[in-house]
């Protein structure tokens, strides 16, 4: 498979100019076309990003990461691509993983690969350990199968699959929603351990009003659930 014609990586960013330039720099040696979504930065994440050779796009004001990633996923649809990799741009995630993750994706065929760090994730900070090992349960018993790192953000998926799923979400909890709709139309999904790579970031996740939106998601998600099951 031709990845360098077929597969662009959406990196969905808010204020990651320390790292965005390098990350994007690392990410093209693998992949040329990366779409940075930037969600209303208010430093020069945008200008760094297309000077290191990302296409750009501003929403200039931010809207959340389902929103942005739900932008870029669009825009390299609409333009042939037929799959996609997202990636943090907060330097999170590998470039070096992305050969091995697209290796395994074409063997397997697999719609969607998810990025594991749970096969060894001391260097995760511990209560973000805990929190992914608590709704990585919560989703699994939903999914009817485990999910080893269900909130995983460097995944490829098949944007033909991606584009007939109705996905609702514009914060965080984008993650749990694509994972679940995946698999409740029937495709496969599989992991793959990649790299833990913390050092002195802060999440952007709020504690509260992230956690109510999940869970404001998840009583929801039972209803999308049975409903795409019914037709597959």
Not at 41 to 47: F, K, V, W
Not at 76 to 100: C, L, Y
Not at 110 to 131: D, I, K
Not at 156 to 184: C, N, Q, R
Request: aromatic letters at 8%; glycine letters at 6%; one cysteine or more.
């Amino acid at each position: 498979m031709n990845w360098a014609n077929e597969c662009a990586v959406v990196v969905p960013c808010l204020n990651e100019a320390r790292k965005i330039e390098s990350f994007v720099t690392a990410v093209r040696a693998h992949i040329p076309t990366v779409m940075v979504v930037d969600d209303g930065s208010t430093d020069q994440t945008a200008a760094l990003a297309e000077n290191a050779g990302a296409q750009v796009i501003c929403l200039g004001q931010t809207c959340g990461k389902g929103a942005a990633l739900s932008v870029g996923w669009r825009r390299v649809f609409e333009r042939g691509f037929k799959w996609a990799m997202t990636m943090d741009g907060d330097g999170q995630h590998s470039a070096n993983d992305i050969p091995a993750l697209l290796a395994f994706a074409e063997k397997e065929g697999a719609t969607l690969v998810v990025g594991n760090r749970m096969t060894n994730p001391s260097q995760m900070p511990w209560l973000r350990r805990q929190v992914n090992r608590w709704m990585s349960r919560r989703l699994s018993q939903m999914a009817g199968q485990f999910l080893p790192d269900s909130q995983c953000g460097f995944r490829l998926m098949k944007l033909d699959v991606w584009s007939t799923l109705p996905l609702e979400t514009t914060h965080f909890e984008i993650e749990s929603e694509l994972l679940l709709a995946f698999i409740a139309g029937g495709h496969d999904v599989r992991f793959f351990p990649i790299e833990v790579i913390y050092n002195d970031e802060s999440s952007k996740i709020h504690p509260l009003r992230d956690a109510l939106r999940w869970f404001r998601w998840r009583r929801r998600e039972g209803r999308m659930i049975s409903n795409l099951k019914s037709k597959n």
